[in-house]
Nanobody, 116 residues
């Protein structure tokens, strides 16, 4: 069955950097586009970035453009999110997402807190 597991969340100071990982299993990872979402307390879940199956196409949300970089390693069935110039408003639980045959799959999430 599909399994997505995020890791790498932490407490970081404003202006700092962090790299998240999403380990995937249970499906042919290299055949599917993937997404990162985030949800801050009291707010709706929002799309951070999507990446095509090959990794050649990325689409970023306006709030993270120029600061976050998504990538994937199809030999390791893993997607990454490199976050830099972090701001307090980036504080959220970050989720890995797959949409397959009309079904949305989610990992448990990893907490990112940006605070001094």
């Amino acid at each position: 069955q599909v399994q997505l597991v995020e890791s790498g969340g932490d407490l970081v100071q404003p202006g700092g950097s962090l790299r998240l990982s999403c380990a995937a299993s249970g499906f042919t990872f290299s055949s599917y586009a993937m997404n990162w979402y985030r949800q801050a307390p009291g707010k709706e879940r929002e799309l951070v970035v999507g990446i095509s199956s090959s990794g050649s196409v990325q689409k970023y949300g306006d709030s993270v453009k120029g600061r976050f970089t998504v990538s994937r390693d199809n030999t390791k069935d893993t997607m990454y999110l490199q976050m830099s110039s972090l701001k307090p408003e980036d504080t959220a639980v970050y989720y890995c997402n797959l949409r397959q045959d009309g079904v949305a799959y989610w990992g448990p999430g990893t907490q990112v807190t940006v605070s001094s």
